[in-house]
């Protein structure tokens, strides 16, 4: 394979295509010897040098419109992603394979990436399928906003009448009935001939949220597009090309949506803003949230950000005026947020999972006929299995990790490359026969609960049992027509669920989230617990919350119990500000990685100093190994660039550009712009 192109090519167009080449175009030219097919990304200067013809015209219909273009070349550039590659990432799948390489476009001048050829999926399915086939309607009785969500739906009408761009920030308690001004204020965008794009963490696993769109949208003659990795290529591409044709008003979708090539955009919202799930977490690195924020700079559109529990770059931003905050304090119909306890385990050791607190408390609602959630973050049986002779424990082949023990599954399975084995019978090392489970994992936590209350009916919502098509969809079904009393989870029962029933929500473990050597551990700790705890009382009885920790002192975990967002934000900026972290400091994250230990630590080191040398505004933290220092199979050093403002980082990454040419054979370099995870 080639190394991909990380320049715009050129060509000139011939007159005989001059009338159907246009921005957005996937056409045919020639690299090198070859033939391959590129994107038409705009129109440049004629030059000196001479350029080759485009060939042909593959699709007749543009796939984006020049604004788009922009858009995408500006992100890939933000990014430091290669353009072609970056086009490709915002382009249905199905169009270009993975053996593409971006080239350049044309003169007359046009310009474009360019990929390999591939057989022209798209000319052959023209059938239309409906996206939302397996997804719900809604029904939804029409609802008189409240003085507050009427105040945020008139300020954010207002921008949308000016029609330039503005951000808000939509900060509401759970339950304060946002999704309620985000349909009306999509029903004024559409009103003014304008359209909307809403952005949700993981569509999957909102489909609750879809059937509300659909369920208030229905009678209009309003057309929605759903764009999410559930969908098969085809689907996908088919709801893109309804996009780009100006024939879909509303696109919801996950982060990739925020690419759709809408042409009149007025309002794009960024549903529970702080999910870490809008960042990409590998190749084009993008932020969906911040990268709607751009496009609505680029398009004059107007932006919501909306969540209970902001991310602090979102509320710092709203504190500098660069955001206007909007305010949604209470719930909705006067039901009040639930009540949050700590569960002291230093006073409640050797009680297994469940402390008795949390036991009474499930064995209450569930003989008040009321459903209970239970977060534990951590799917499996157990986190590892440890030989209770000799001490050994059974790690992955490939990474830094001990292989998780499901006995569902009856296997050992590494959740970073999915290496898999059947549990073994004796220790590998001592050849003993006491191997045991060790630590606490979903099903072990079900075990628990069934042996403790035979009759509950429980469920488990992790990614092993939502791995099925349409599990998910069944699950909620299930929650809403109550024949489920338990429902144990990782954090996926955290976002964005409305089970009125719930009364009770248990967190079991915080200890491990809260330990975790990043900055954001507390953020993190304090956006999920609030959002877990929100599952409770949202319906007509009050919701009580027992949070199970050693940590009864940390300052976050008594923010969540008080439902205070702004203390927790308050300090918690104030500390990222004395160290110049994020939101007062920008951050990127080099990660070194081969097959060859020596030799990846020898060019982090070498990287490092050069780095050093180059700029003394930037801060170069480390090389240090990678918190998993081997990850399929790989080394990983990490070096973290650190500094208060944004040009001279970038300037260290143009930097990069040059000195990644130096990294000795076999050693890869990734870039992570704004990193989120920095395992
Ligand atoms: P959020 O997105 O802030 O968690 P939702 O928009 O899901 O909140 O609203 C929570 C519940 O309150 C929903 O069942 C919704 O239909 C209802 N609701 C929203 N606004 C109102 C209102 N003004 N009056 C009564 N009920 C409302
Ligand atoms: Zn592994």
Same mark, same amino acid.
């Given at each position: 394979?080639?190394?991909?192109?990380?320049?715009?090519?050129?060509?000139?167009? /011939?007159?005989?295509?001059?009338?159907?080449?246009?921005?957005?175009?996937?056409?045919?030219?020639?690299?090198?010897?070859?033939?391959?097919?590129?994107?038409?990304?705009?129109?440049?200067?004629?030059?000196?040098?001479?350029?080759?013809?485009?060939?042909?015209?593959?699709?007749?219909?543009?796939?984006?419109?020049?604004?788009?273009?922009?858009?995408?070349?500006?992100?890939?550039?933000?990014?430091?992603?290669?353009? $072609?590659?970056?086009?490709?990432?915002?382009? /249905?799948?199905?169009?270009?394979?993975?053996?593409?390489?971006?080239?350049?476009?044309?003169?007359?001048?046009?310009?474009?990436?360019?990929? +390999?050829?591939?057989?022209?999926?798209?000319?052959?399915?023209?059938?239309? @399928?409906?996206?939302?086939?397996?997804?719900?309607?809604? *029904?939804?009785?029409?609802?008189?906003?409240?003085?507050?969500?009427?105040?945020?739906?008139?300020?954010?009408?207002?921008?949308?009448?000016?029609?330039?761009? %503005?951000?808000?920030?939509?900060?509401?308690?759970?339950?304060?009935?946002?999704?309620?001004?985000?349909?009306? !204020?999509?029903?004024?965008?559409?009103?003014?001939?304008?359209?909307?794009?809403?952005?949700?963490?993981?569509?999957?696993?909102?489909?609750?949220?879809?059937?509300?769109?659909?369920?208030?949208?229905?009678?209009? *003659?309003?057309?929605?597009?759903?764009?999410?990795?559930?969908?098969?290529?085809?689907?996908?591409?088919?709801?893109?090309?309804?996009?780009?044709?100006?024939?879909?008003?509303?696109?919801? $979708?996950?982060?990739?949506?925020?690419?759709?090539?809408?042409?009149?955009?007025?309002?794009?919202?960024?549903?529970?803003?702080?999910?870490?799930?809008?960042?990409?977490?590998?190749?084009? @690195?993008?932020?969906?949230?911040?990268?709607?924020?751009?496009?609505?700079?680029?398009?004059? !559109?107007?932006?919501?950000?909306?969540?209970?529990?902001?991310?602090?770059?979102?509320?710092?931003?709203?504190?500098?005026?660069?955001?206007?905050?909007?305010?949604?304090?209470?719930?909705?119909?006067?039901?009040?947020?639930?009540?949050?306890?700590?569960?002291?385990?230093?006073?409640? %050791?050797?009680?297994?999972?469940?402390?008795?607190?949390?036991?009474?408390?499930?064995? *209450?609602?569930?003989?008040?006929?009321?459903?209970?959630?239970?977060?534990?973050?951590?799917?499996?049986?157990?986190?590892?299995?440890?030989?209770?002779?000799?001490?050994?424990?059974?790690?992955?082949?490939?990474?830094?990790?001990?292989?998780?023990?499901?006995?569902?599954?009856?296997?050992?399975?590494?959740?970073?490359?999915?290496?898999?084995?059947?549990?073994?019978?004796?220790?590998?090392?001592?050849?003993?026969?006491?191997?045991?489970?060790?630590?606490?994992?979903?099903?072990?936590?079900?075990?628990?609960?069934?042996?403790?209350?035979?009759?509950?009916?429980?469920? #488990?919502?992790?990614?092993?049992?939502?791995?099925?098509?349409?599990?998910?969809?069944?699950?909620?079904?299930?929650?809403?027509?109550?024949?489920? +009393?338990?429902?144990?989870?990782?954090?996926?029962?955290?976002?964005?669920?409305?089970?009125?029933?719930?009364?009770?929500?248990?967190?079991?473990?915080?200890?491990?989230?809260?330990?975790? /050597?990043?900055?954001?551990?507390?953020?993190?700790?304090?956006?999920?617990?609030? %959002?877990?705890?929100?599952?409770?009382?949202? $319906?007509?009885?009050?919701?009580?919350?027992?949070?199970?920790?050693?940590?009864?002192?940390?300052?976050?975990?008594?923010?969540?119990?008080?439902?205070?967002?702004?203390?927790?934000?308050?300090?918690?900026?104030?500390? #990222?500000?004395?160290?110049?972290?994020?939101?007062?400091?920008?951050?990127?994250?080099?990660?070194?990685?081969?097959?060859?230990?020596?030799?990846?630590?020898?060019?982090?080191?070498?990287? !490092?100093?050069?780095?050093?040398?180059?700029? @003394?505004?930037?801060?170069?933290?480390?090389?240090?190994?990678?918190?998993?220092? @081997?990850?399929?199979?790989?080394?990983?050093?990490?070096?973290?660039?650190?500094?208060?403002?944004?040009?001279?980082?970038?300037?260290?990454?143009?930097?990069?550009?040059?000195?990644? !040419?130096?990294?000795?054979?076999?050693?890869?370099?990734?870039?992570?712009?704004?990193?989120?995870?920095?395992?």
């Amino acid at each position: 394979m080639i190394a991909p192109l990380d320049k715009i090519l050129h060509y000139t167009v /011939p007159d005989t295509l001059a009338s159907a080449v246009q921005v957005g175009s996937r056409v045919r030219v020639p690299l090198g010897r070859r033939q391959v097919v590129g994107y038409v990304m705009g129109w440049g200067q004629p030059g000196d040098s001479l350029l080759k013809d485009v060939q042909a015209v593959i699709a007749p219909e543009p796939l984006f419109d020049a604004c788009q273009a922009g858009f995408y070349l500006r992100a890939a550039r933000y990014y430091d992603y290669p353009p $072609g590659e970056a086009v490709r990432t915002a382009l /249905p799948a199905g169009l270009s394979g993975p053996e593409s390489k971006p080239a350049v476009l044309l003169d007359k001048i046009y310009r474009a990436t360019a990929r +390999d050829d591939q057989p022209p999926a798209v000319e052959t399915i023209e059938r239309y @399928r409906d996206p939302f086939a397996a997804m719900p309607i809604q *029904e939804h009785p029409p609802v008189v906003l409240n003085p507050a969500q009427q105040s945020a739906v008139e300020r954010i009408e207002r921008s949308l009448q000016e029609e330039h761009y %503005q951000a808000f920030l939509l900060h509401g308690v759970t339950g304060s009935g946002k999704t309620e001004v985000y349909l009306n !204020a999509i029903a004024k965008t559409l009103a003014r001939q304008r359209q909307a794009l809403v952005l949700v963490p993981e569509i999957a696993l909102t489909p609750q949220l879809v059937g509300r769109f659909r369920g208030r949208f229905r009678d209009q *003659e309003i057309k929605l597009a759903v764009l999410h990795s559930g969908l098969s290529e085809g689907e996908r591409y088919d709801a893109w090309r309804q996009v780009a044709r100006g024939d879909v008003d509303v696109v919801i $979708g996950a982060r990739s949506a925020v690419f759709a090539p809408l042409s009149k955009l007025g309002l794009i919202i960024v549903d529970e803003e702080h999910d870490s799930s809008y960042k990409q977490s590998e190749g084009f @690195r993008y932020n969906g949230r911040d990268l709607a924020q751009l496009r609505g700079h680029l398009a004059q !559109a107007v932006v919501v950000l909306g969540s209970a529990t902001p991310s602090l770059t979102t509320y710092q931003r709203a504190l500098t005026g660069a955001l206007v905050k909007l305010d949604l304090p209470e719930r909705t119909a006067a039901r009040p947020l639930p009540t949050v306890e700590l569960v002291d385990l230093t006073q409640h %050791q050797g009680e297994t999972l469940l402390s008795d607190p949390l036991r009474d408390a499930l064995g *209450e609602a569930l003989a008040a006929g009321e459903q209970a959630l239970l977060l534990l973050n951590r799917r499996g049986y157990a986190p590892f299995l440890l030989c209770h002779e000799c001490g050994a424990t059974l790690h992955c082949p490939n990474c830094d990790i001990t292989l998780t023990y499901s006995r569902v599954q009856r296997s050992l399975r590494c959740h970073y490359c999915d290496y898999h084995q059947a549990p073994p019978d004796h220790c590998q090392r001592c050849s003993g026969s006491s191997l045991a489970p060790e630590g606490m994992g979903t099903e072990r936590l079900e075990e628990e609960i069934l042996t403790d209350f035979p009759k509950a009916r429980v469920a #488990r919502m992790d990614r092993d049992t939502m791995r099925r098509k349409g599990a998910h969809h069944q699950l909620v079904a299930a929650m809403a027509a109550g024949t489920i +009393d338990v429902l144990i989870g990782t954090q996926m029962i955290a976002k964005g669920h409305d089970f009125p029933a719930v009364t009770l929500v248990g967190v079991l473990n915080t200890d491990t989230a809260l330990n975790l /050597p990043d900055f954001r551990s507390a953020e993190r700790v304090f956006a999920l617990l609030s %959002q877990v705890a929100g599952r409770a009382g949202r $319906g007509e009885r009050p919701g009580r919350v027992l949070i199970q920790t050693y940590a009864t002192d940390n300052d976050a975990l008594h923010c969540v119990t008080r439902h205070d967002y702004q203390n927790f934000a308050e300090r918690e900026l104030s500390q #990222r500000q004395a160290l110049a972290y994020p939101p007062y400091g920008y951050l990127v994250n080099l990660v070194l990685s081969g097959n060859d230990q020596g030799r990846v630590a020898d060019a982090a080191e070498q990287l !490092a100093a050069a780095l050093l040398r180059d700029d @003394r505004e930037v801060e170069v933290l480390g090389p240090a190994p990678c918190l998993l220092a @081997r990850l399929r199979n790989k080394h990983r050093r990490q070096i973290l660039l650190k500094a208060r403002q944004r040009d001279p980082l970038r300037r260290q990454v143009v930097r990069l550009q040059r000195l990644r !040419a130096l990294l000795p054979a076999g050693v890869q370099l990734t870039v992570d712009v704004d990193p989120v995870d920095m395992f």
